[in-house]
C-alpha cells in the first residue's frame, strides 16, 4: 500500500507536471479590441477580452509563425523570459443593418473560409456607413 501511495506521489510531483508543460507551452496570449464607430467617426462602442474560443492552436501558431517571419514585431525579455508580440487589425465597413456579435480571424484553406480562433462578445446593432476595427493581439514565449 506504501508504494502504492508512493508511486501516485511521484507521478502528481513529476510527470504530471511535465506533461502539463509541453502540452500547454506552446499557446499564445491572446487579446482581442474592438472599436465601433459610426459614419461620422463618432465613438460607439469598445470592447477588449481575451476570453476567445474556437481556437485552433496548429492554426494559430502557424500563422503566428508566418507573422513573425516578417520581422516587424517587437520581442521583449522579461525576467529571463524573452516575448513576441504580434499585432494585427482589421476594419470592417458595412453597408447594411445588422447585429454583431461575433468577431472571428478566418483563414483560407483549400478556397475554404476556416475559423482559426473567435471572440463571441455582447452584440450591437451596426447601421450603414458604420466601421468596426478590430485588433489582435498575440504574446508568445520564443
Same mark, same amino acid.
Given at each position: ?6 508511486? @501516485? ?5 513529476? @510527470? ?5 508543460? *509541453? &502540452? ?27 476570453? @476567445? &474560443? ?10 503566428? *509563425? $508566418? *507573422? ?20 494585427? *487589425?482589421?476594419?470592417? $465597413?458595412?453597408? #447594411? ?6 468577431? #472571428? ?10 475559423? @482559426?480562433?473567435?471572440?463571441? $462578445? ?8 458604420? &466601421? ?8 508568445? #514565449?520564443?
Amino acid at each position: 500500500m506504501k508504494l502504492l501511495i508512493l508511486g @501516485v506521489i511521484i507521478l502528481f510531483v513529476f @510527470v504530471i507536471p511535465i506533461v502539463y508543460a *509541453e &502540452t500547454y507551452a506552446e499557446i499564445p496570449y491572446v487579446f482581442v479590441q474592438i472599436i465601433h464607430k459610426d459614419y461620422d467617426g463618432n465613438l460607439l462602442a469598445y470592447l477588449q477580452s481575451d476570453r @476567445v &474560443t474556437d481556437a485552433n492552436l496548429d492554426m494559430i501558431n502557424e500563422m503566428l *509563425e $508566418h *507573422e513573425s517571419a516578417r520581422g516587424v514585431d517587437p520581442i521583449y525579455q522579461i525576467n529571463g523570459n524573452i516575448f513576441q508580440v504580434i499585432t494585427r *487589425e482589421s476594419t470592417l $465597413h458595412f453597408d #447594411s443593418p445588422l447585429m454583431y456579435a461575433s468577431s #472571428s480571424l478566418i483563414q483560407d484553406v483549400d478556397d475554404e473560409q476556416v475559423i @482559426v480562433l473567435r471572440l463571441p $462578445h455582447d452584440g450591437f446593432r451596426v447601421l450603414p456607413g458604420d &466601421t468596426i476595427k478590430i485588433i489582435w493581439i498575440f504574446s508568445r #514565449s520564443v
